[in-house]
């Protein structure tokens, strides 16, 4: 197993947040191998030691390992000389590294009018029609396939915004869901994440039929985290 320098080694094996540790242990791993911390066909540090590095539970570890196994980014090896290896060659990637700055400026907005989207709609008395529309957004992206999810979960986000009742918002996120989507389609969806954006889901739309605009800004706020998280990992 190589080890990285400490300076990067601190950085990057740091606690993970609680809220979204799924999510921000997938992408530290990811980090660990785009930044070739642990080169390909090297071993990553143990289920063990990742989970103390990262203040995670070891099942969130293997959780995010199996997740980008199936992904193509590393190997599991049973017997006495296996453990986690960087997939050799690593898949494909974006066209390069997204500038952090760009990257900050487009997630950062996202921040502001999605949750204020969000608290704007849960401010208002929604109509029987408007709370139908949401209700049924909501039911087709749980069920939503794999290769429907994204574009799904896209028009939910955007029936959100639209029932904020503020004309001028909506094609402000419609762009910057545009520029989202399109980072999100370079790696692929996993899993695990889908089961938690479908729980946050459930929090952002209950809290908006039920007239509470604190804690729907609140559940948008903690679902897009995971999402940046990702994003952030996979792209920068």
């Known amino acids: 197993m190589t080890h990285p320098p400490h300076d990067l080694g601190r950085t990057v094996y740091r606690p993970v947040r609680g809220g979204n540790a ?87 907005l996202r921040r502001v ?53 503020i004309p001028s918002l909506l094609p402000l996120v419609v762009e910057n869901r545009a520029r989202v989507n399109a980072w999100l389609d370079t790696f692929p969806l996993l899993p695990r994440n889908i089961e938690h954006s479908d729980a946050q889901h459930d929090r952002i739309v209950a809290s908006i039929l039920t007239g509470r605009p604190d804690a729907a800004e609140a559940a948008v706020l903690d679902h897009l985290a995971g999402s940046e998280a990702l994003l952030r990992g996979f792209l920068a």
């Not at 995010?64 to 296996?82: K, S, T, W």
Request: charged share 25%; glycine share 8%; net charge negative.
């Open 113 to 165: 009018l999605e949750a204020g989207a969000a608290r704007a709609a849960a401010s208002r008395m929604l109509t029987d029609a408007a709370r139908a529309t949401l209700e049924d957004r909501h039911a087709a992206t749980a069920a939503a396939s794999a290769g429907d999810y994204r574009r799904l979960d896209s028009l939910l986000h955007l029936t959100i915004a639209e029932l904020a009742g």
């Open 22 to 108: 799924l999510e921000d242990t997938v992408a530290r791993l990811v980090q660990t191998v785009r930044l070739g911390l642990v080169a390909p066909g090297e071993s990553l540090p143990s289920e063990r030691e990742l989970a103390e590095r990262y203040a995670v539970s070891r099942d969130t570890v293997r959780q995010a390992i199996g997740e980008l196994a199936d992904a193509g980014y590393v190997v599991r090896r049973r017997g006495r000389y296996g453990g986690t290896f960087v997939a050799d060659p690593l898949p494909p990637s974006a066209d390069g590294p997204v500038d952090a700055a760009e990257l900050d400026d487009v997630l950062g």
